[in-house]
């Protein structure tokens, strides 16, 4: 059930879960399902739905204890914007890259007239 978005899946169920919250699937004071339940939900490791939980449980969203339920104890807050993808953190990145490249380049050449020598020597 988890995409191939590049990423975490942990965060993906996270994500899950908290819209399945705030749509009252599983309201304040009611119980998550367990483990294994959403292993087979979200067809993932079970290591992958623990640190899903703890996501939960950091954000006070959910509380429990190994072995036990995990009970719901607040709404979540925003929901993360989905739009950010890995594609465009990766274009982000490379403009960030060709806007330090520029810059430098033209501190380069300033710096360059202010010695009184052609730029790159």
């Known amino acids: 059930m988890t995409e191939h978005t590049g990423r975490p899946k942990y965060l993906q169920v996270a994500d899950e879960l908290r819209r399945a919250i705030r749509a009252g699937s599983y309201p304040v004071g009611s119980e998550l399902p367990s483990t294994s ?65 520029a810059a430098l380049a033209s501190l380069e050449s300033r710096v360059a007239q202010l010695e009184g020598r052609a730029p790159g020597q």
């Open 37 to 101: 339940q959403l292993t087979r939900t979200y067809d993932v490791s079970t290591t992958v739905v623990r640190a899903a939980i703890r996501e939960l449980r950091q954000e006070g969203v959910a509380q429990g204890q190994p072995g036990k339920a995990v009970y719901v104890t607040a709404e979540p807050g925003e929901e993360p914007p989905d739009s950010v993808t890995q594609s465009d953190l990766v274009a982000r990145l490379q403009q960030l890259e060709e806007r330090t490249s």
